[in-house]
């Protein structure tokens, strides 16, 4: 009997370890892929070409206005983007020196016209696709300007600080942790400012449209704090 029952323990044992053979390896589930989220500050310079193809003078529109030149500067801003949803929604500003500018001599007088500097305060709102962001701004816009005479080793100038608003938009592409790259363009239409009114009285009035082409380089901080939902 004894002999009996161990030969069937034994048949038992060797059954229950081909069972356990049998069955598949345990695989662990993968884990959920990161999403990436724009929420955060950010800081970053940016630089570009601009130009003028309408200047208003006393009322008189000028289509022919030959302004244009480079400009750099930095900006500064917040995104919010709501875990796993698609939608970033921010505010930015900026400001930069411009060497945008036309001169122009005739009878010996050289007339010179140079936005000294400029920027803006916008909304932005738009679409994130992974670490591409696609969006489009608005808001405040304003820029410094002065425009100079000069003749005979003797020069005159009157710089005048313009509002106005400015609407455009553009895409930026994240890499390398928090750091992003764009390109964005822009158009902002500056209000009249009066010039000259000192030397001739009422003086000269001055508004101008001025397109501008950027890209940009931007550091976001806590990019590694911010809460993500996997996508699927």
């Given amino acids: 009997m ?15 370890a081909n069972a356990a053979d049998a069955l598949p390896p345990t695989v662990a589930a993968p884990l959920a892929p990161r999403a990436y989220n724009w929420t955060g500050f950010y800081v970053g310079a940016m630089g570009g070409y601009g130009w003028s193809d309408r200047v208003v003078v006393a009322g008189t529109a000028l289509t ?7 400009f750099g500067g930095g900006t500064a801003g917040f995104n919010y983007q ?8 921010g505010v930015e500003a ?5 060497n945008i500018e036309h001169s122009e001599t005739f009878f010996g007088i050289t007339a010179r016209e140079r936005i000294e500097s400029f920027g803006s305060v916008t909304g932005r709102a738009g679409v994130a696709v992974s670490s591409a962001f696609f969006y489009g701004k608005g808001g405040y816009a304003w820029a410094e300007n002065q425009i100079s005479a ?10 005048q600080f313009h509002s106005g608003w400015t609407i455009g938009g553009g895409a930026e592409f994240s890499f ?3 750091w992003s790259a764009k390109a964005e363009y822009m158009f ?18 001055l508004a101008a449209d001025v397109h501008t082409i950027k890209a940009g380089l931007n550091y976001r901080f806590g990019w590694g704090e911010q809460p993500v939902v996997a996508r699927y």
């Fill in 2 to 16: 004894r002999i009996k029952m161990a030969a069937l323990a034994l048949i038992a044992s060797v059954s229950g």
């Fill in 64 to 70: 022919n206005a030959d302004i244009k030149g480079v």
């Fill in 82 to 89: 709501a875990p796993g949803s698609i939608f970033v929604v």
């Fill in 94 to 98: 900026d400001a930069a020196w411009s």
């Fill in 150 to 159: 000069s003749a005979l080793g003797v020069t005159i100038s009157e710089s």
């Fill in 176 to 178: 390398a942790g928090p």
């Fill in 188 to 205: 902002a239409r500056y209000n009249s400012a009066t010039y000259l009114a000192a030397l001739v009285p009422p003086g000269v009035t």
